[in-house]
């Protein structure tokens, strides 16, 4: 008898995963644009419930068909949540768009709100239900356990985070080029200096393209040497001098140090 392994990486590609029927524009564009429309199917956005409506606050990732991989900081447990999929438009009615109920919802037991920095920074949403796949929902693939990309590879953030500092949410979904800056670089004392901890993730600094609020939870999106799209971060923090200050990168959790825990939260719930 074969031993029961549930390993993330392995559900999503059994599945099917990171290559989307749409196909995202991928040109090197400097800032955010509009993505085209679910090319970028595994992104949700996920919403609470304020004076009887349901307000935007952060993205994530599809990784199983009732699994969502968020950050921890957008869970308030006062909250009630719901997780949207198939999503472009958030103010319009869309076909093939789905708002899904949690049934439960698991942050990382080492995660603190008061040090963000010290990681930790991830959280899963089980739904209720599992979504039926289509053009306009997919899978998001994982990267392997351990996995580190190389200074300034290409990947693209996307969300429907502030198109500026203290700027308005996106409607659309934005998607913008913003290469990996490695370890060794945005540790940097002028960069995020010497406390930026190795699970984590830097991308942009450019003081040109960065993610903002309402991106929080989102993926960072880079595709392998296969050609399938996997999502290596998760958007985390910003520096508090802006959003898109110049060698501060958008910093996000890095997916591939939490394999391990990502695949005993799928087990044990």
């Not at 076909?95 to 010290?118: D, L, Q």
């Not at 930790?120 to 998001?140: M, N």
């Not at 999502?231 to 508090?240: D, E, L, Q, Y």
Request: hydrophobic residues 40%.
């Amino acid at each position: 008898m074969l031993p029961f392994v549930l390993a993330s990486v392995l559900i999503a590609s059994a599945l099917g995963c990171g290559s989307p029927p749409i196909q995202p524009l991928t040109t090197r564009v400097v800032n955010g644009v509009d993505a085209i429309p679910h090319s970028w199917p595994w992104q949700i956005s996920l919403q609470y419930l304020r004076n009887s409506e349901w307000r935007h606050t952060c993205g994530g990732s599809l990784i199983a068909t009732n699994w969502v991989m968020t950050a921890a900081h957008c869970i308030n447990q006062q909250n009630t949540y719901r997780v949207y999929v198939g999503k472009y438009n958030l103010v319009e009615e869309e076909a093939g768009s789905m708002a899904m109920t949690p049934e439960k919802i698991i942050v990382h037991e080492k995660w603190n709100p008061i040090f963000v920095a010290f990681g930790f920074d991830i959280a899963l949403i089980k739904l209720t239900e599992h979504v039926t796949l289509s053009d306009s929902v997919q899978l998001g693939c994982l990267p392997l356990a351990g996995t580190i990309l190389p200074n300034n590879y290409p990947c693209y953030i996307t969300g429907w985070g502030r198109t500026s500092t203290g700027g308005p949410i996106a409607d659309k979904l934005q998607q913008a080029l913003m290469p990996v800056v490695d370890h060794a670089t945005c540790s940097k004392p002028d960069w995020w200096g010497a406390l930026l901890k190795d699970t984590l993730l830097c991308a942009g600094g450019d003081g040109i393209v960065a993610g903002c609020n309402g991106d929080s939870g989102g993926p960072l999106n880079c595709k392998n040497a296969e050609g399938l799209w996997e999502v290596h971060g998760i958007a985390s923090f910003v520096s508090g001098l802006g959003c898109n200050y110049e060698k501060k990168p958008t910093v996000f959790t890095r997916v591939s140090a939490y394999n391990d825990w990502i695949d005993q939260v799928m087990i044990n719930n």
